[in-house]
Protein backbone atom coordinates (compact mmCIF):
# COMPACT_ATOMS: atom_id res chain seq x y z
CA UNK A 1 0.00 0.00 0.00
CA UNK A 2 3.17 2.46 0.31
CA UNK A 3 4.79 4.16 -2.32
CA UNK A 4 8.25 4.56 -2.12
CA UNK A 5 9.16 8.42 -2.21
CA UNK A 6 12.81 8.18 -3.91
CA UNK A 7 14.95 11.01 -3.09
CA UNK A 8 12.96 12.16 0.02
CA UNK A 9 16.64 12.42 1.56
CA UNK A 10 19.48 14.22 0.39
CA UNK A 11 22.15 11.71 -0.45
CA UNK A 12 24.58 12.43 3.00
CA UNK A 13 21.40 12.68 4.96
CA UNK A 14 20.10 9.01 3.92
CA UNK A 15 23.70 7.83 4.64
CA UNK A 16 24.23 9.18 8.07
CA UNK A 17 20.23 7.92 8.50
CA UNK A 18 21.56 4.23 7.60
CA UNK A 19 24.23 4.22 9.83
CA UNK A 20 23.07 5.10 12.81
CA UNK A 21 21.43 3.41 15.66
CA UNK A 22 18.88 0.51 14.58
CA UNK A 23 16.28 2.49 15.93
CA UNK A 24 16.64 6.69 14.52
CA UNK A 25 15.12 9.53 13.57
CA UNK A 26 15.82 12.44 10.81
CA UNK A 27 15.05 15.95 12.85
CA UNK A 28 16.68 18.16 10.55
CA UNK A 29 13.03 18.66 9.27
CA UNK A 30 10.61 19.01 12.13
CA UNK A 31 7.43 18.69 9.79
CA UNK A 32 8.06 15.73 8.24
CA UNK A 33 9.94 13.52 10.71
CA UNK A 34 11.61 10.20 9.13
CA UNK A 35 12.19 7.12 11.47
CA UNK A 36 14.22 4.41 11.09
CA UNK A 37 12.96 1.02 12.33
CA UNK A 38 15.89 -1.19 10.79
CA UNK A 39 13.66 -3.13 8.37
CA UNK A 40 12.10 0.04 7.09
CA UNK A 41 12.24 3.73 7.35
CA UNK A 42 8.52 5.96 7.70
CA UNK A 43 7.92 9.21 6.95
CA UNK A 44 5.50 10.70 9.06
CA UNK A 45 3.83 14.48 10.05
CA UNK A 46 4.43 17.24 12.33
CA UNK A 47 0.62 18.78 12.87
CA UNK A 48 0.86 22.23 14.31
CA UNK A 49 -2.21 22.84 14.89
CA UNK A 50 -2.85 20.33 17.08
CA UNK A 51 0.70 20.04 18.33
CA UNK A 52 1.25 16.61 17.61
CA UNK A 53 3.29 14.24 15.21
CA UNK A 54 1.90 10.96 13.92
CA UNK A 55 2.89 8.02 11.55
CA UNK A 56 0.41 6.19 10.04
CA UNK A 57 0.29 2.26 8.32
CA UNK A 58 3.41 1.48 10.45
CA UNK A 59 3.96 -2.66 9.10
CA UNK A 60 4.63 -4.46 12.72
CA UNK A 61 4.54 -7.77 10.73
CA UNK A 62 4.49 -9.48 7.57
CA UNK A 63 1.22 -9.43 5.28
CA UNK A 64 -0.64 -12.96 6.49
CA UNK A 65 -1.82 -13.68 3.28
CA UNK A 66 -2.65 -16.89 1.61
CA UNK A 67 0.35 -16.69 -0.91
CA UNK A 68 2.89 -18.79 -0.03
CA UNK A 69 6.39 -17.24 1.11
CA UNK A 70 9.63 -18.89 0.43
CA UNK A 71 10.34 -19.21 3.78
CA UNK A 72 7.60 -19.67 5.91
CA UNK A 73 4.99 -20.92 3.39
CA UNK A 74 1.55 -20.06 3.42
CA UNK A 75 1.28 -16.74 6.19
CA UNK A 76 -2.80 -17.17 6.59
CA UNK A 77 -3.17 -18.68 10.27
CA UNK A 78 0.66 -18.42 10.50
CA UNK A 79 2.44 -17.06 13.64
CA UNK A 80 3.03 -13.35 12.73
CA UNK A 81 6.48 -12.87 11.66
CA UNK A 82 9.08 -9.80 11.72
CA UNK A 83 8.92 -7.87 8.03
CA UNK A 84 11.18 -8.15 5.44
CA UNK A 85 13.50 -5.43 4.95
CA UNK A 86 12.39 -2.42 2.59
CA UNK A 87 14.46 0.33 0.94
CA UNK A 88 13.66 3.71 1.12
CA UNK A 89 11.32 6.26 2.64
CA UNK A 90 7.93 5.38 3.21
CA UNK A 91 5.22 7.76 4.06
CA UNK A 92 3.44 6.84 7.00
CA UNK A 93 0.55 9.97 6.61
CA UNK A 94 -2.57 7.73 5.49
CA UNK A 95 -4.58 5.30 7.24
CA UNK A 96 -3.51 1.94 6.47
CA UNK A 97 -5.80 -1.15 5.07
CA UNK A 98 -8.51 -2.51 7.76
CA UNK A 99 -8.35 -6.21 8.60
CA UNK A 100 -11.50 -7.91 6.59
CA UNK A 101 -14.36 -7.13 8.37
CA UNK A 102 -17.88 -8.91 9.27
CA UNK A 103 -21.28 -8.29 10.31
CA UNK A 104 -22.82 -9.38 13.43
CA UNK A 105 -26.32 -11.24 13.36
CA UNK A 106 -29.67 -9.47 13.94
CA UNK A 107 -30.44 -5.61 12.13
CA UNK A 108 -31.22 -4.30 15.95
CA UNK A 109 -31.16 -0.53 14.82
CA UNK A 110 -29.13 -0.27 18.32
CA UNK A 111 -26.78 -2.81 17.57
CA UNK A 112 -23.10 -0.80 17.81
CA UNK A 113 -22.12 -3.64 15.56
CA UNK A 114 -24.63 -4.19 12.82
CA UNK A 115 -23.78 -4.31 8.94
CA UNK A 116 -23.21 -0.54 9.05
CA UNK A 117 -19.84 -0.69 10.59
CA UNK A 118 -18.84 -2.00 7.50
CA UNK A 119 -19.22 1.46 5.44
CA UNK A 120 -16.09 2.09 3.75
CA UNK A 121 -13.99 4.81 5.78
CA UNK A 122 -12.49 7.47 3.81
CA UNK A 123 -9.72 5.83 1.85
CA UNK A 124 -9.64 2.88 3.60
CA UNK A 125 -10.07 -0.80 2.33
CA UNK A 126 -10.00 -3.82 3.65
CA UNK A 127 -7.38 -6.71 3.38
CA UNK A 128 -5.95 -9.95 4.48
CA UNK A 129 -2.49 -7.45 4.09
CA UNK A 130 -3.36 -5.04 7.60
CA UNK A 131 -0.94 -6.05 10.27
CA UNK A 132 -0.20 -2.50 10.70
CA UNK A 133 0.02 -0.19 13.93
CA UNK A 134 -0.33 3.97 13.91
CA UNK A 135 1.89 5.93 16.65
CA UNK A 136 1.19 9.75 17.99
CA UNK A 137 3.65 11.72 19.89
CA UNK A 138 3.40 14.70 21.85
CA UNK A 139 4.54 18.10 20.13
CA UNK A 140 7.39 17.02 17.55
CA UNK A 141 9.11 14.15 17.58
CA UNK A 142 11.46 13.70 20.89
CA UNK A 143 13.16 10.43 20.20
CA UNK A 144 14.32 8.89 24.21
CA UNK A 145 11.50 11.41 25.97
CA UNK A 146 10.69 8.39 28.15
CA UNK A 147 7.16 9.52 28.09
CA UNK A 148 4.36 6.60 28.90
CA UNK A 149 2.78 4.79 26.10
CA UNK A 150 -0.91 3.76 26.35
CA UNK A 151 -2.00 1.22 23.38
CA UNK A 152 -5.12 1.11 22.59
CA UNK A 153 -6.91 -2.21 21.12
CA UNK A 154 -10.03 -1.96 19.51
CA UNK A 155 -13.11 -3.40 19.79
CA UNK A 156 -15.78 -4.46 17.06
CA UNK A 157 -16.91 -8.52 18.69
CA UNK A 158 -13.40 -9.78 17.06
CA UNK A 159 -14.97 -9.52 13.84
CA UNK A 160 -14.76 -5.58 13.19
CA UNK A 161 -13.16 -2.19 14.14
CA UNK A 162 -9.43 -0.85 12.80
CA UNK A 163 -6.73 1.67 13.63
CA UNK A 164 -8.60 3.92 11.19
CA UNK A 165 -11.73 4.52 14.01
CA UNK A 166 -9.47 6.26 16.52
CA UNK A 167 -6.53 8.93 16.70
CA UNK A 168 -4.30 9.23 19.37
CA UNK A 169 -4.46 13.15 19.45
CA UNK A 170 -7.48 12.87 20.80
CA UNK A 171 -5.59 10.76 23.89
CA UNK A 172 -2.54 12.74 23.89
CA UNK A 173 -4.72 15.81 24.50
CA UNK A 174 -6.39 14.77 27.08
CA UNK A 175 -2.67 13.58 28.60
CA UNK A 176 -1.86 17.20 28.95
CA UNK A 177 0.54 15.82 26.45
CA UNK A 178 1.91 13.79 28.27
CA UNK A 179 1.96 10.20 26.38
CA UNK A 180 2.12 8.57 23.18
CA UNK A 181 -0.26 6.43 21.87
CA UNK A 182 0.03 3.32 19.76
CA UNK A 183 -3.24 1.86 17.61
CA UNK A 184 -2.81 -1.19 16.56
CA UNK A 185 -4.93 -3.73 14.12
CA UNK A 186 -5.19 -7.70 14.64
CA UNK A 187 -6.82 -10.47 11.97
CA UNK A 188 -10.21 -10.43 12.61
CA UNK A 189 -13.01 -13.08 12.56
CA UNK A 190 -12.32 -16.34 10.55
CA UNK A 191 -8.56 -14.74 9.31
CA UNK A 192 -8.13 -14.15 12.99
CA UNK A 193 -10.16 -16.96 14.67
CA UNK A 194 -10.44 -19.89 13.07
CA UNK A 195 -10.16 -23.31 15.73
CA UNK A 196 -10.01 -26.82 15.75
CA UNK A 197 -7.70 -29.35 15.80
CA UNK A 198 -6.25 -29.30 11.60
CA UNK A 199 -5.40 -25.81 13.13
CA UNK A 200 -3.41 -26.76 16.16
CA UNK A 201 -1.41 -29.27 14.30
CA UNK A 202 -0.23 -27.23 11.29
CA UNK A 203 -0.79 -23.64 12.08
CA UNK A 204 -1.74 -21.37 15.34
CA UNK A 205 -5.18 -20.92 17.12
CA UNK A 206 -5.99 -17.24 18.52
CA UNK A 207 -3.69 -15.51 15.27
CA UNK A 208 -5.56 -12.57 16.57
CA UNK A 209 -4.36 -12.18 19.51
CA UNK A 210 -0.97 -13.10 18.80
CA UNK A 211 -0.93 -10.49 16.75
CA UNK A 212 -1.51 -8.12 19.24
CA UNK A 213 1.43 -9.85 21.56
CA UNK A 214 3.65 -9.34 18.54
CA UNK A 215 2.58 -5.79 17.82
CA UNK A 216 3.59 -5.55 22.39
CA UNK A 217 6.49 -6.44 21.45
CA UNK A 218 7.53 -3.94 18.37
CA UNK A 219 6.15 -1.38 21.15
CA UNK A 220 8.98 -3.23 23.51
CA UNK A 221 11.76 -2.87 20.81
CA UNK A 222 10.67 0.30 19.79
CA UNK A 223 8.59 2.47 20.90
CA UNK A 224 11.69 4.51 22.70
CA UNK A 225 12.51 5.96 19.36
CA UNK A 226 9.36 7.58 19.55
CA UNK A 227 9.71 9.37 22.63
CA UNK A 228 7.95 6.73 24.86
CA UNK A 229 9.18 4.25 27.74
CA UNK A 230 9.30 0.52 26.87
CA UNK A 231 8.93 0.13 30.83
CA UNK A 232 5.97 2.24 31.11
CA UNK A 233 3.06 0.74 28.69
CA UNK A 234 -0.13 0.80 29.57
CA UNK A 235 -2.63 -1.47 27.42
CA UNK A 236 -6.52 -0.06 26.83
CA UNK A 237 -9.49 -1.46 25.09
CA UNK A 238 -13.12 -1.73 25.41
CA UNK A 239 -15.52 -4.57 24.32
CA UNK A 240 -13.37 -6.96 22.46
CA UNK A 241 -10.30 -5.01 22.72
CA UNK A 242 -10.98 -4.56 26.82
CA UNK A 243 -11.45 -9.13 26.21
CA UNK A 244 -8.10 -9.02 24.27
CA UNK A 245 -6.47 -7.07 27.57
CA UNK A 246 -7.94 -9.60 29.45
CA UNK A 247 -6.26 -12.32 27.03
CA UNK A 248 -2.93 -10.55 27.74
CA UNK A 249 -3.21 -10.09 31.38
CA UNK A 250 -4.21 -14.48 31.40
CA UNK A 251 -1.47 -15.14 28.60
CA UNK A 252 1.24 -17.69 29.61
CA UNK A 253 -0.75 -18.56 32.41
CA UNK A 254 -0.30 -14.66 33.85
CA UNK A 255 3.62 -15.28 33.64
CA UNK A 256 4.92 -13.45 30.28
CA UNK A 257 8.41 -12.74 30.32
CA UNK A 258 10.10 -10.51 29.70
CA UNK A 259 6.78 -8.52 30.75
CA UNK A 260 4.98 -6.12 28.11
CA UNK A 261 2.38 -4.01 29.96
CA UNK A 262 2.71 -2.31 33.34
CA UNK A 263 -1.07 -1.47 33.88
CA UNK A 264 -3.84 -2.76 31.95
CA UNK A 265 -7.34 -1.14 31.41
CA UNK A 266 -10.46 -2.22 30.51
CA UNK A 267 -14.02 -0.48 29.29
CA UNK A 268 -16.32 -3.18 29.53
CA UNK A 269 -14.77 -6.73 29.12
CA UNK A 270 -15.68 -8.72 26.49
CA UNK A 271 -15.49 -12.88 27.96
CA UNK A 272 -16.97 -14.74 25.20
CA UNK A 273 -17.51 -19.20 25.47
CA UNK A 274 -13.88 -19.64 25.49
CA UNK A 275 -13.97 -23.51 24.40
CA UNK A 276 -10.80 -25.79 24.09
CA UNK A 277 -9.69 -25.10 19.96
CA UNK A 278 -10.68 -28.80 19.97
CA UNK A 279 -14.72 -28.86 21.41
CA UNK A 280 -17.81 -29.80 19.34
CA UNK A 281 -18.54 -26.01 18.98
CA UNK A 282 -15.12 -25.46 17.43
CA UNK A 283 -14.82 -28.51 15.56
CA UNK A 284 -18.15 -27.05 13.87
CA UNK A 285 -17.11 -24.15 13.00
CA UNK A 286 -13.82 -25.21 11.51
CA UNK A 287 -15.71 -27.66 9.51
CA UNK A 288 -18.22 -25.38 7.72
CA UNK A 289 -15.58 -22.87 7.11
CA UNK A 290 -14.57 -25.80 5.17
CA UNK A 291 -17.67 -26.84 3.22
CA UNK A 292 -18.67 -23.02 2.58
CA UNK A 293 -15.26 -22.62 1.09
CA UNK A 294 -15.12 -25.94 -1.36
CA UNK A 295 -12.45 -27.83 1.04
CA UNK A 296 -14.70 -30.70 1.84
CA UNK A 297 -13.04 -33.52 -0.76
CA UNK A 298 -9.67 -32.14 -0.10
CA UNK A 299 -6.77 -34.39 1.67
CA UNK A 300 -5.72 -31.66 3.73
CA UNK A 301 -8.14 -28.88 4.43
CA UNK A 302 -6.25 -26.36 6.31
CA UNK A 303 -3.98 -26.19 2.82
CA UNK A 304 -7.16 -25.42 1.02
CA UNK A 305 -8.25 -22.89 2.94
CA UNK A 306 -5.07 -21.69 2.96
CA UNK A 307 -4.81 -21.36 -1.05
CA UNK A 308 -8.55 -20.14 -1.10
CA UNK A 309 -9.17 -16.95 -2.47
CA UNK A 310 -9.63 -14.42 0.08
CA UNK A 311 -12.75 -13.39 -1.28
CA UNK A 312 -14.17 -16.45 -1.54
CA UNK A 313 -13.02 -16.93 2.58
CA UNK A 314 -14.50 -13.81 3.28
CA UNK A 315 -17.53 -14.79 1.90
CA UNK A 316 -17.87 -17.77 4.11
CA UNK A 317 -16.67 -15.25 7.13
CA UNK A 318 -19.62 -12.96 6.78
CA UNK A 319 -21.99 -16.02 6.28
CA UNK A 320 -20.75 -18.06 9.68
CA UNK A 321 -20.66 -14.70 11.70
CA UNK A 322 -24.27 -13.32 10.63
CA UNK A 323 -26.20 -16.91 10.87
CA UNK A 324 -25.13 -17.00 14.96
CA UNK A 325 -27.12 -16.93 17.79
CA UNK A 326 -28.87 -12.95 17.87
CA UNK A 327 -26.58 -10.80 19.68
CA UNK A 328 -23.61 -13.28 19.64
CA UNK A 329 -20.36 -13.71 18.17
CA UNK A 330 -18.84 -17.38 16.39
CA UNK A 331 -15.02 -16.28 16.03
CA UNK A 332 -13.59 -15.67 19.22
CA UNK A 333 -10.41 -16.84 21.35
CA UNK A 334 -10.16 -20.57 22.55
CA UNK A 335 -8.06 -22.15 24.73
CA UNK A 336 -5.09 -23.51 22.69
CA UNK A 337 -2.96 -25.17 25.35
CA UNK A 338 -0.09 -22.73 24.68
CA UNK A 339 -0.85 -19.01 24.97
CA UNK A 340 -4.07 -19.46 26.19
CA UNK A 341 -2.89 -22.07 28.72
CA UNK A 342 -6.67 -22.87 30.24
CA UNK A 343 -9.95 -20.80 30.81
CA UNK A 344 -8.97 -17.25 31.51
CA UNK A 345 -11.68 -17.57 34.56
CA UNK A 346 -9.40 -20.82 36.07
CA UNK A 347 -5.86 -18.53 35.61
CA UNK A 348 -7.75 -15.41 37.40
CA UNK A 349 -9.37 -17.39 40.27
CA UNK A 350 -6.01 -19.00 40.54
CA UNK A 351 -4.95 -15.10 41.30
CA UNK A 352 -2.07 -15.11 38.55
CA UNK A 353 -1.96 -12.17 35.88
CA UNK A 354 0.30 -10.20 34.09
CA UNK A 355 0.53 -6.62 34.94
CA UNK A 356 1.02 -3.85 37.70
CA UNK A 357 -2.62 -2.46 38.38
CA UNK A 358 -5.80 -2.45 36.86
CA UNK A 359 -8.53 0.39 36.43
CA UNK A 360 -11.67 -1.35 34.64
CA UNK A 361 -14.75 0.34 33.95
CA UNK A 362 -18.28 -1.29 32.73
CA UNK A 363 -21.48 0.86 31.58
CA UNK A 364 -25.09 0.80 33.40
CA UNK A 365 -26.58 -1.28 30.24
CA UNK A 366 -24.15 -3.31 28.63
CA UNK A 367 -26.67 -5.90 27.42
CA UNK A 368 -29.40 -4.38 25.91
CA UNK A 369 -27.87 -3.78 22.02
CA UNK A 370 -27.60 -7.54 22.20
CA UNK A 371 -31.36 -8.47 22.33
CA UNK A 372 -33.60 -8.15 19.72
CA UNK A 373 -36.03 -5.28 21.33
CA UNK A 374 -37.69 -5.09 18.07
CA UNK A 375 -38.87 -8.21 18.42
CA UNK A 376 -38.11 -9.63 21.95
CA UNK A 377 -37.82 -12.61 23.12
CA UNK A 378 -40.77 -13.66 25.40
CA UNK A 379 -40.04 -16.97 27.57
CA UNK A 380 -36.69 -16.68 29.42
CA UNK A 381 -36.62 -20.26 30.14
CA UNK A 382 -36.05 -20.43 25.96
CA UNK A 383 -33.88 -17.55 25.84
CA UNK A 384 -31.38 -19.02 28.33
CA UNK A 385 -31.22 -22.64 26.92
CA UNK A 386 -30.74 -21.50 23.40
CA UNK A 387 -27.96 -18.72 24.60
CA UNK A 388 -26.47 -21.75 26.25
CA UNK A 389 -26.62 -25.00 24.31
CA UNK A 390 -24.42 -27.34 26.56
CA UNK A 391 -25.89 -26.58 29.86
CA UNK A 392 -28.19 -28.78 31.83
CA UNK A 393 -31.72 -28.25 32.23
CA UNK A 394 -31.00 -28.34 35.70
CA UNK A 395 -28.45 -25.26 35.27
CA UNK A 396 -30.58 -23.54 33.21
CA UNK A 397 -33.77 -23.31 35.52
CA UNK A 398 -31.12 -22.14 38.18
CA UNK A 399 -30.06 -19.11 35.80
CA UNK A 400 -33.65 -18.24 35.10
CA UNK A 401 -35.09 -18.53 39.00
CA UNK A 402 -31.89 -16.09 39.96
CA UNK A 403 -33.05 -13.58 37.41
CA UNK A 404 -36.99 -13.80 37.87
CA UNK A 405 -36.18 -13.83 41.56
CA UNK A 406 -34.50 -10.48 41.60
CA UNK A 407 -37.48 -7.60 42.04
CA UNK A 408 -35.22 -4.78 40.11
CA UNK A 409 -36.01 -7.35 37.10
CA UNK A 410 -39.73 -6.82 36.62
CA UNK A 411 -40.16 -8.05 33.29
CA UNK A 412 -39.12 -10.69 31.07
CA UNK A 413 -37.35 -8.58 29.00
CA UNK A 414 -35.25 -7.00 32.02
CA UNK A 415 -34.28 -10.21 33.10
CA UNK A 416 -33.16 -10.93 29.44
CA UNK A 417 -31.05 -7.73 28.98
CA UNK A 418 -29.79 -9.08 32.35
CA UNK A 419 -28.78 -12.24 31.60
CA UNK A 420 -27.06 -11.30 28.48
CA UNK A 421 -24.85 -8.15 29.74
CA UNK A 422 -24.00 -9.67 33.33
CA UNK A 423 -23.09 -13.20 32.34
CA UNK A 424 -19.03 -14.26 32.24
CA UNK A 425 -19.81 -16.60 29.03
CA UNK A 426 -20.74 -14.86 26.21
CA UNK A 427 -20.09 -11.23 24.87
CA UNK A 428 -21.36 -10.16 27.91
CA UNK A 429 -19.29 -7.90 29.82
CA UNK A 430 -19.91 -7.19 33.57
CA UNK A 431 -19.28 -10.07 35.61
CA UNK A 432 -15.37 -10.80 33.71
CA UNK A 433 -14.91 -7.45 34.84
CA UNK A 434 -15.22 -8.23 38.90
CA UNK A 435 -13.55 -11.23 38.13
CA UNK A 436 -10.82 -9.33 37.26
CA UNK A 437 -11.23 -7.14 39.94
CA UNK A 438 -10.99 -10.06 42.30
CA UNK A 439 -8.13 -11.40 40.89
CA UNK A 440 -5.79 -7.83 41.20
CA UNK A 441 -7.23 -7.83 44.80
CA UNK A 442 -5.98 -3.80 46.31
CA UNK A 443 -4.45 -3.00 42.77
CA UNK A 444 -8.22 -2.60 40.98
CA UNK A 445 -10.20 0.42 40.34
CA UNK A 446 -13.65 0.02 39.19
CA UNK A 447 -15.73 2.61 37.69
CA UNK A 448 -19.24 3.08 35.82
CA UNK A 449 -20.63 5.29 32.96
CA UNK A 450 -23.90 5.90 33.35
CA UNK A 451 -24.76 8.80 31.54
CA UNK A 452 -28.11 7.47 30.33
CA UNK A 453 -29.09 5.31 28.63
CA UNK A 454 -25.59 3.70 29.35
CA UNK A 455 -25.59 1.04 26.78
CA UNK A 456 -22.74 -0.77 25.77
CA UNK A 457 -20.37 1.75 23.45
CA UNK A 458 -21.42 4.93 24.54
CA UNK A 459 -18.68 5.59 26.64
CA UNK A 460 -16.15 5.62 24.14
CA UNK A 461 -17.00 8.90 22.65
CA UNK A 462 -16.16 10.43 25.76
CA UNK A 463 -12.61 9.56 25.44
CA UNK A 464 -12.05 9.67 21.62
CA UNK A 465 -14.52 12.41 20.96
CA UNK A 466 -13.62 12.21 17.01
CA UNK A 467 -14.60 8.43 17.06
CA UNK A 468 -16.41 7.82 13.80
CA UNK A 469 -17.62 4.29 13.76
CA UNK A 470 -19.95 2.52 14.56
CA UNK A 471 -22.21 5.14 12.91
CA UNK A 472 -24.83 5.06 16.13
CA UNK A 473 -21.27 7.23 18.00
CA UNK A 474 -20.51 9.17 15.34
CA UNK A 475 -22.24 12.37 16.94
CA UNK A 476 -20.53 14.20 19.63
CA UNK A 477 -21.22 12.51 22.99
CA UNK A 478 -24.79 12.91 23.76
CA UNK A 479 -23.66 14.91 27.26
CA UNK A 480 -21.25 17.28 26.12
CA UNK A 481 -19.89 18.95 29.62
CA UNK A 482 -16.11 19.72 29.45
CA UNK A 483 -16.42 19.27 32.96
CA UNK A 484 -17.42 15.54 33.08
CA UNK A 485 -15.19 14.89 29.98
CA UNK A 486 -12.30 16.03 31.83
CA UNK A 487 -13.17 14.04 34.87
CA UNK A 488 -14.05 10.86 32.76
CA UNK A 489 -10.91 10.86 30.44
CA UNK A 490 -8.30 12.35 32.91
CA UNK A 491 -9.03 8.65 34.91
CA UNK A 492 -7.50 6.54 32.47
CA UNK A 493 -5.13 9.18 31.69
CA UNK A 494 -3.75 8.95 35.11
CA UNK A 495 -3.21 5.85 35.30
CA UNK A 496 -1.16 5.60 31.75
CA UNK A 497 0.69 8.42 33.55
CA UNK A 498 1.64 7.30 36.66
CA UNK A 499 -0.76 4.15 37.70
CA UNK A 500 -2.87 6.23 39.89
CA UNK A 501 -6.88 7.78 38.70
CA UNK A 502 -5.78 10.10 41.84
CA UNK A 503 -2.65 11.56 40.43
CA UNK A 504 -4.50 14.28 38.72
CA UNK A 505 -2.59 16.66 36.23
CA UNK A 506 -5.35 18.86 35.31
CA UNK A 507 -8.47 20.08 38.20
CA UNK A 508 -11.36 17.95 38.13
CA UNK A 509 -14.62 17.04 39.54
CA UNK A 510 -13.59 13.68 40.57
CA UNK A 511 -13.50 12.69 43.87
CA UNK A 512 -10.70 10.78 45.21
CA UNK A 513 -11.04 6.71 44.00
CA UNK A 514 -10.85 3.92 46.47
CA UNK A 515 -9.34 0.56 45.83
CA UNK A 516 -12.10 -1.50 45.01
CA UNK A 517 -11.45 -4.34 47.35
CA UNK A 518 -11.54 -2.20 49.99
CA UNK A 519 -16.06 -2.58 50.47
CA UNK A 520 -16.66 -2.90 46.92
CA UNK A 521 -16.05 1.07 46.47
CA UNK A 522 -16.69 2.39 42.32
CA UNK A 523 -16.80 5.78 40.91
CA UNK A 524 -20.00 6.54 39.29
CA UNK A 525 -19.96 8.84 36.41
CA UNK A 526 -23.43 10.12 35.82
CA UNK A 527 -25.77 13.01 34.88
CA UNK A 528 -28.40 14.82 37.43
CA UNK A 529 -31.67 15.52 35.28
CA UNK A 530 -31.13 19.04 35.30
CA UNK A 531 -28.24 18.18 33.55
CA UNK A 532 -25.60 18.61 35.92
CA UNK A 533 -22.76 16.08 35.86
CA UNK A 534 -22.62 13.82 38.89
CA UNK A 535 -19.58 11.84 39.97
CA UNK A 536 -19.39 10.15 43.04
CA UNK A 537 -18.46 6.44 44.72
CA UNK A 538 -21.37 3.72 45.24
CA UNK A 539 -20.84 0.45 46.74
CA UNK A 540 -21.36 -2.63 44.01
CA UNK A 541 -24.64 -4.43 44.34
CA UNK A 542 -24.33 -7.41 46.62
CA UNK A 543 -26.93 -9.05 44.58
CA UNK A 544 -25.08 -8.68 41.14
CA UNK A 545 -22.10 -10.29 42.60
CA UNK A 546 -24.38 -13.01 43.89
CA UNK A 547 -25.32 -13.34 40.22
CA UNK A 548 -21.70 -13.24 38.90
CA UNK A 549 -20.97 -15.80 41.43
Known amino acids: M ?27 NGSTPVIDLGYAQYQGTFESDTNTSYFLGIRYAQAPVGE ?28 PNECYQSALNGQSSTNP ?32 ASLPVVVWIHGGG ?25 IIQYRLGVFGFLPGSEVKANGVLNAGLLDQHFALQWVQEHIATFGGDPTKVTIWGESAGAGSVLQHIVAN ?56 NATTLQTANVNINEAGFYGTFVFVPVVDGSFIVERPTVTLQRKDFNGEMLLS ?22 YVTELFPLLNETTVQSIVQTYADDQALSTTLSQIVAVMG ?128
Open 2 to 28: FVLLAGVLGLAAFAQLVAASPDSVDST
Open 158 to 182: YISGAASDFTGQDLIKESDYGVVVV
Open 253 to 308: GGKTDPPLFRAAMTSSTFLPFQYHYNDTIPETLFRETVNQTNCSNASDKLECLRSA
Open 113 to 144: YRTATLQKRAGVTQDEDCLFLNVYTPGELQPN
Open 361 to 382: VTNSLEGYVFVDTSSPPTNLTA
Open 422 to 549: ECEYLPIFVCPTYLLLQAFGNRAYKGEFAIPPGYHGQDVQYYFPTYVSPPSNALPPAYNNSEFITSFSQSFLSVVRSLNPNDKFIPDLTPAWSIWANDATEMQFNVTASGDPVIETITTDPALLERCA
Open 68 to 95: SHVIYGHLRWRAPQTPTATTGVQPATEQ
